[in-house]
């Protein structure tokens, strides 16, 4: 069982910055494929950015180039920075871990871009 834990959510200002982080349990963080997702009001959970265990990062296209996705394996953490956050980045985002053909959701943390 992975326990997922997300952080650093809240108000910001558009075209402001924010960093979630996403705290894993388990001894083989290394192996797992990281992801976030988010779910804004009224729309379907949709994927953001995905880090593997190797390190290779993929991103949704809405995000490219404001989003950056890392992981420190030492502390079984992975971030998602945001910048030039835009009103519509307005959503509950989500850790996800995909381990061993096995998938685990975190509880998710709300992110809010409002003047």
């Known amino acids: 069982q992975v326990q997922l834990v997300e952080s650093g959510g809240g108000l910001v200002q558009p075209g402001g910055s924010l960093r979630l982080s996403c705290a894993a349990s388990?001894?083989?963080?290394?192996?797992?494929?990281m992801r976030w997702y988010r779910q804004a009001p009224g729309k379907q959970r949709e994927l953001v950015a995905g880090?593997?265990?190797?390190?290779?990062?993929n991103y949704a296209d809405p995000v490219k180039g404001r989003f950056t996705i890392s992981r420190d394996n030492a502390l079984n953490t992975v971030y998602l920075q945001m910048n030039s956050l835009k009103f519509e980045d307005t959503a509950v985002y989500y850790c996800?871990?995909?381990?061993?053909?096995?998938?685990?959701w975190g509880k998710g943390t709300l992110v809010t871009v409002s003047s």
């Open positions: 880090i593997t265990g190797g390190g290779s990062t």
């Open positions: 388990g001894s083989l963080f290394n192996m797992y494929n």
């Open positions: 996800n871990a995909f381990v061993l053909y096995k998938e685990y």
